[in-house]
T-cell receptor
Framework: DAGITQSPRYKITETGRQVTLMCHQT?????MFWYRQDLGHGLRLIYY???????DKGEVPDGYVVSRSKTENFPLTLESATRSQTSVYFC?????????????FGNGTRLTVT | GESVGLHLPTLSVQEGDNSIINCAYS??????FIWYKQESGKGPQFIID?????DKRQGQRVTVLLNKTVKHLSLQIAATQPGDSAVYFC?????????FGQGTRLTINP
């Protein structure tokens, strides 16, 4: 049971470059989420998706793009990376909406923008 | 505004003792509460949840208590083990939004 996997585990990129973080889940959960985790801010929601081809902005969406052509995949793209996007990124999935169903998280991607 | 906070940023307990991690919330309309455990280098792991129509829910070695009168949530871990060392987050769900607390770091003394 693979659950939810994120890749890469670590990524270093330069300011201005485009980078894509991958997320794959094997549970066929309807909902998927992207969070970033920073000291002093905790977990903040970037984007979420209620189903394939449906995405919505979260708390901090600026500078990020998502897509969900298949239920199991939810890639997150930084179109032009900035140093402020250095963070640990977590993908999560759930059967229902986040406010009434438990989220199941991947182990994260640590992104450094130089 | 709504917020989820923790009374203590760190908690240190003796191995074998019971641990109690506290959490305060401010949105009285929240009706779903969750505890997560996050070990170093890993993602948050779901521990237990509780809905607002309950006061108490038990899992394996863990109990969550909800006091809606004072808007307080607690996680009790029985017979704390070294593997329980982690950061514990509470989260509240309501108004179509999930809000996470900052976390409490639990350390176990041998």
């Amino acid at each position: 049971d693979a659950g939810i996997t994120q890749s890469p585990r670590y990524k270093i990129t330069e300011t201005g470059r485009q980078v894509t973080l991958m997320c794959h889940q094997t549970w066929s959960h309807s909902y998927m989420f992207w969070y970033r985790q920073d000291l002093g801010h905790g977990l903040r929601l970037i984007y979420y998706s209620a189903a394939a081809d449906i995405t919505d902005k979260g708390e901090v969406p600026d500078g990020y793009v998502v897509s969900r052509s298949k239920t199991e995949n939810f890639p997150l793209t930084l179109e032009s990376a900035t140093r402020s996007q250095t963070s640990v990124y977590f993908c999560a999935s759930s059967r229902g909406a986040s406010y009434n169903s438990p989220l199941h998280f991947g182990n994260g991607t640590r992104l450094t923008v130089t | 505004g709504e917020s989820v906070g923790l009374h203590l940023p760190t908690l240190s307990v003796q191995e074998g003792d019971n641990s109690i991690i506290n959490c305060a919330y401010s949105n009285s309309a929240s009706d779903y509460f969750i505890w997560y455990k996050q070990e170093s280098g890993k993602g948050p792991q779901f521990i237990i949840d509780i809905r607002s129509n309950m006061d108490k829910r038990q899992g394996q070695r863990v109990t969550v208590l909800l006091n809606k009168t004072v808007k307080h949530l607690s996680l009790q871990i029985a017979a704390t083990q070294p593997g329980d060392s982690a950061v514990y987050f509470c989260a509240e769900g309501g108004a179509q939004k999930l809000v996470f607390g900052q976390g409490t770091r639990l350390t176990i003394n041998p």
